[in-house]
């Protein structure tokens, strides 16, 4: 039996390809392992969205090249894949820094696995193309078995690519111009997962809320109409969506967060930084107060909801004055959650070219104070819980025997201690006590009498 290791970097939706690449690769005999030490074939499914992610890769590489050798001399084979932005970005140069890759494949091309990885056993292989072609027409449906394996809770891309052109990000270069999934695909999917006993989607897309799949009925569908579609699935009790764009937060979609009850009170809605100067400089296309007032709306329809964003610190040609900008948004916002990254120049994207960089030790401190202050909003957030009764889906065993571990709709980790429940149970659970990154409980009611 063949064997293939994936290691996926970065974001949900690499997770998800890596998952897709397993369903491809189990066609062709292959097993996935846990462990690169015992595999034929090694897949990084690599990210390019900040210097540290592509860097890490190389580091990772070099390992991998003296496993590979260690293999061959004790005559087994290892075949060395990169996939993922960083493939699609650098392509050829990978081969040139790391001999040791036999093939190099961009996300659009997952589906041709089998025959590259045919090709490059006569000699290297790089495959960045961008075709036009849907790679999701040609990827298998995931075994039953292997969907059960993976969990109650499960991805589906339903979008990729993006057309916003955020002046520091390099998506739009690496994953191409937006593309949604037709609703029929999305629904078939979604179907197929509930039938293996997936109560939980994420639906994934770089900018997911502008979704606009061609519908069973001609018509272009909205992320908002799609979500209600699959609300119809049997079985799917909790639908969620991620990134979204602010200016593609739709009437409808707001509206979605008060009327359906599987569209979970949480959402992630980056904002980036708080100056209308520096998110005018980042291309994001709204200012501080217009961020504002969207949650305003958001709130209103869903008073409860957990709010997630994105930061970037150091932004070149942000300002003392910026920054604090940024600050007294999130003092306004008070997220549930939140993460926060120092600018990383992207080459080719509009904001590497720009000339006043910030200094490493200026955007350390502004990282460590905006951390600080959202991590405060994330404990109240999270404190705020105790004594509440709220529903968990019970995703997998904890730590100890007799401890299960699943999530409350906001997100956040919950452990409960009860013999008489089991992974894919939804419970109300009352919050007893709140750690610093989980949540503990106890079941009010018996298995079976949950909704
Ligand atoms: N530097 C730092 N952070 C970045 N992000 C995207 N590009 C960069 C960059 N060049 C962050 C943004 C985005 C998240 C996925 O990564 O905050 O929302
Ligand atoms: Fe990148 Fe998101 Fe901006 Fe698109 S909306 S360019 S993915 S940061």
Known sequence: MKKVHIKSYGCQMNVYDGQRMADVLGQEGYVETATPDDADLILLNTCH??????????????KLRDLKRERKAQGRETTLVVAGCVAQAEGAEIQRRQPAVDLVIGPQTYHRLPELLAQAKSGRVVDTDLPPEDKFDHLPAPKLAAIVARGVSAFVTVQEGCDKFCAFCVVPYTRGAEFSRPVAQVIAEVERLAQAGVQDVSLLGQNVNAYHGDGPDGRVWTLARLMRRIAEVPGIARIRYTTSHPRDMDEDLIALHRDLPQAMP???LPVQAGSDRILAAMNR?????????????????????ALSSDFIVGFPGESDADFEETLRLIADVRFASAYSFKYSPRPGTPAAELSEQVPPTVMDERLYRLQALVEQHRQEFNHAMVGRTVEILIERNGRHSGQLAGKTPYMQAVQIESAAHRIGDRVMVQIERAGSNSLFGRAVEQPGLAA
């Not at 969205?49 to 070099?62: F, P, Q, S």
């Not at 217009?290 to 008073?303: F, G, S, T, V």
Request: net charge positive.
């Open 49 to 62: 969205i900040r210097e540290r992610a592509a860097h890490k890769v190389y580091t990772e590489l070099g």
């Open 266 to 268: 949480f959402l992630h």
């Open 285 to 305: 296309k709204h200012t501080g107060d217009e961020y504002r007032r969207l949650i305003d709306k958001i709130r209103a329809a869903r008073p409860d909801i």
